[in-house]
């Protein structure tokens, strides 16, 4: 079975510190990979998408960048991070392909800025 | 693009009425739409999901309903339990170059009072 992984679970930053989550896949092959953050009680903003290996789609312009280095691993990262930061962070994994299936997405990483 | 809205954005019933949630989609090629909660400081959980080849689907107390022609799905939740109580969102895809992506709506907090 598919299991997702994300880590770590909480993090408190000071501000212009650098950031790196990371989220990796297990059982299965070159899946979709998503970032979403959560602020607090608001919805779901996608980051970040990756179809493979090398290949990352932005939707928001901000400090943050994404890699995804190994088929079933993708990494969250800043420079310098902002106040505005904040927030819960969220991997998810989908089946390739045309045919949509629905997210399973990872534990989270609770980020706080200070 | 894809937009999807959804209605309304708290709800509280008591325990053992119904709820309803509703969202409307604006792609008309949109074949798959999911159902997520999400409970307090936790990940959101695929909870039901509806493709465009059927009208209805259900499990156990919880329902999804779909009309292509007017592009609106429904969440309906039976004898709601104080368990029910949680964050839920409704999504649909949106087909791009590189993959594909799920647009959330905004979400309904749902309080359920015993």
């Known amino acids: 079975s598919q299991t997702i992984h994300q880590w770590p679970a909480t993090l408190v930053q000071p501000v212009g510190s650098p950031l790196s989550l990371e989220c990796t896949v297990e059982g299965t092959s070159n899946p979709n990979l998503y970032w979403y953050r959560q602020a607090a009680g608001r919805g779901l903003q996608l980051l970040f998408y990756?179809?493979?290996?090398?290949?990352i789609s932005s939707e928001v312009p901000q400090n943050l960048s994404a890699s995804r280095p190994q088929d079933r691993q993708f990494i969250l990262s800043s420079k310098k991070l902002l106040l505005s930061d904040s927030g819960f962070y969220l991997c998810?994994?989908?089946?390739?392909?045309?045919?949509?299936?629905?997210?399973?997405f990872g534990s989270g990483t609770r980020l706080t800025v200070v | 693009g894809e937009n999807v809205e959804q209605h309304p954005s708290t709800l509280s019933v008591q325990e053992g009425d119904s709820a309803v949630i509703k969202c409307t989609y604006s792609d008309s090629a949109s074949n798959y739409f999911p159902w997520y909660k999400q409970e307090l400081g936790k990940r959101p959980q695929l909870i039901i999901d509806i493709r465009s080849n059927v009208g209805e689907k259900k499990d156990q107390r919880i329902a999804v309903t779909l009309n292509k022609t007017a592009k609106h799905f429904s969440l309906h939740i039976t004898e709601t339990q104080p368990e029910d109580s949680a964050v839920y969102f409704c999504?649909?895809?949106?087909?791009?170059?590189?993959?594909?992506?799920?647009?959330f709506g905004a979400g309904t907090i749902l309080r359920v009072k015993s």
């Open positions: 999504a649909a895809p949106l087909f791009m170059e590189y993959g594909n992506k799920l647009v």
């Open positions: 998810a994994w989908a089946l390739p392909g045309g045919r949509h299936y629905g997210y399973t």
């Open positions: 990756s179809v493979g290996i090398g290949q």
